[in-house]
Structures are given as structure tokens and as C-alpha cells.
């Protein structure tokens, strides 16, 4: 599915084929449509006067972490929030230029070089979940249980077993390359059964699901949609976050306030509000009791629950 426009949910989100478009057209069309809003008065309740643009990974977009907790803080403040959601490094590129107030993201190095060249005016660690490594149930490369995923990676490869990587420079992806690197392994042009595909994750679980290939997924995005993906099952991290043996796996969220030092235009203010209020004890806790309905299990964890 495509999104080009805000959905007419309390929280607008721009949503897009990176086939097709780039996220600064994805900028633009998006306020494009703010403007012709406010043309012909969209909606009969009074509309905030300030607005913040998050720009964020498509983890909190696909499992519906967002749809959930934003209309809090819209309604509490008088604020809407615009979101694009990208890959991190998409992301970090949107802070860079200005284009976003407040970035949440998951690639812990590139956002310690975000703030250290000046964009960002600090990391908040605000929640974490993990990476799983899915694939199909009759496991060909015979990963299934192993507690380390470089060890997985390594029978992937040697059995040339179909692999999906989103090759999108997302905090997934640096992940998966970082495991790639720990296996001593580095897929290239001639591994045909490595497949980069320049998706976002709802995209590669959904091709992975079709061919019956192993892909790497952040655990939260993976069970928002698993009803979806038929054959695809977790292998490699354990039954919840809790359970999972490899540090390698943990994943971690942060809220990166863009620099108005560098930016004037960019909403401070507001940015650092929704950093306050997002690690507030009241929202998370919603972020703890956030989960997939039908199995019951949470997607995220608050920060303070890292072990």
C-alpha cells in the first residue's frame, strides 16, 4: 500500500512507494496538501496552529505504535503531528536538512554522528523491542533456536538459502549488515540468493512470506503483521524480548530533537515537549501495554525495562 496524503486519522501520515518517490517529494506533497487544507477548510473543528513533523523509521508506522499514542498528545496540547515514515537513514537525512523538527529513529551510531556534527541537540532513549530473524517453517538452513543470529546468518549463506534485505541504509538494515560483518560474511552482486530490495519492512516481511525466504524484522512490525504472512515464523530471538539471548538483537529507540541552531525554522519548542511528554511514566506505560491483540505479546517496552 501506498499513502501519498495525510490519512484522515488524528495523526497524519505520508506514507510512500520508494519506488516511485524520495522523501523530499514526500515533503513536499505533504505540505502541498497542508496548504490546500487550509484553502478549502478541510474538517469543521478549529485546526491546531502549530504543527510537528516527525520523521520517523516505518517500524512505528507498521505496527500501529504511532496511531496509538499521537492523538494523546494532539489532543492535550493543541498540536498535529505530520509524520513521514522512512527508513532511519532516510530520516537522519530529513533532520540534516531541516525538514523535520524531531526525528525517532534506531540506528544508535548514525545518531551519535547526527548529533555530533550539530543537526541534533540530543539522543532521548525512549523504548526498545528487538530483531528477530524470520523465515520459513521448514527452515532449509536449519537456524531454528540458535541464541546467536551471526551463527544463523552463517548457515544462510553456506546453504544459499533465500534471503530478503531491505538495502534501504534503514536501522535494520545497518543491523543486518552489522551481522553480516560479526558472521565474517559479506553478500555481494554474485549471491543470487540474497535479494536487496530498497523496501521498507512491511514490504520485504510481505516478500519474504511470498518466496518462503529468511529476512531480518524488528519484532514489533513482524507481529503487527504476521496475520499477513503466511509460513513466515520467528526463528532466531525467542518467544518475546525478555527471551532472547542476543545482544546483538536489541533495538533501541530514540527521540533526536533537530538543532535550531542550525535550523531556526525547525520547532524546538514542540520537538522537546513531545520528548518530555513521550517519556512521561503515564504514556510509557502506554507504550508497556501496547501489543498484538490476538496474541497478547508487547511490541515495545519502556526504556526503563532494558535489561
Not at 4 to 31: E, H, M, T, W
Amino acid at each position: 500500500m501506498s499513502r501519498l496524503f495525510p490519512s484522515p486519522s488524528v495523526a497524519n501520515f505520508c506514507y510512500y512507494d520508494r519506488a516511485k518517490f524520495n522523501a523530499y517529494g514526500v515533503i513536499l506533497l505533504q505540505r502541498l496538501w497542508l496548504i490546500v487544507s487550509l484553502l478549502i477548510g478541510v474538517g469543521c473543528s478549529p485546526q491546531p496552529e502549530n504543527v510537528l513533523l516527525l520523521a520517523t523509521t516505518t517500524s512505528t508506522y507498521d505496527s500501529g505504535l504511532l496511531d496509538e499514542i499521537l492523538p494523546g498528545f494532539e489532543s492535550q496540547f493543541n498540536v498535529r503531528v505530520d509524520v513521514v515514515a522512512v527508513g532511519t537513514g532516510q530520516a537522519l537525512a530529513l533532520g540534516r536538512r531541516g525538514d523535520a523538527d524531531l526525528l525517532l529513529v534506531h540506528e544508535p551510531f548514525g545518531e551519535a554522528v547526527f548529533v555530533r556534527d550539530g543537526y541534533g541537540t540530543r539522543r532521548y532513549p525512549v523504548m526498545f523491542n528487538d530483531f528477530v530473524i524470520v523465515g520459513p517453517a521448514d527452515d532449509p538452513a536449519q537456524i531454528r533456536g540458535l541464541r546467536e543470529a551471526k551463527i544463523a546468518f552463517t548457515r544462510i549463506a553456506a546453504q544459499e538459502a533465500t534471503f530478503v534485505s531491505r538495502g534501504d541504509s534503514s536501522g535494520t538494515h545497518v543491523r543486518e549488515q552489522r551481522l553480516w560483518e560479526l558472521a565474517r560474511l559479506l553478500p555481494g552482486v554474485d549471491s543470487t540468493w540474497y535479494l536487496s530490495v530498497g523496501q521498507g519492512m512491511a514490504e520485504s516481511l510481505q516478500l519474504a512470506s511470498e518466496i518462503q525466504a529468511y529476512t531480518l524484522s524488528d519484532r514489533g512490525t513482524y507481529l503487527a503483521l504476521a496475520h499477513k504472512l503466511e509460513g513466515l515464523v520467528v526463528l532466531v530471538g525467542g518467544s518475546n524480548v525478555l527471551d532472547n539471548g542476543d545482544s546483538e538483537l536489541i533495538n533501541i529507540y530514540s527521540l533526536i530533537p533537530a538543532n535550531p541552531g542550525i535550523h531556526p525554522s525547525v520547532q524546538f519548542d514542540l520537538a522537546t515537549q513531545f520528548v518530555d511528554w513521550m517519556l512521561a511514566p503515564e504514556i510509557q506505560g502506554q507504550i508497556m501495554r501496547f501489543g498484538n491483540s490476538s496474541t497478547g505479546t508487547r511490541l515495545f517496552l519502556p526504556i526503563d525495562s532494558l535489561p
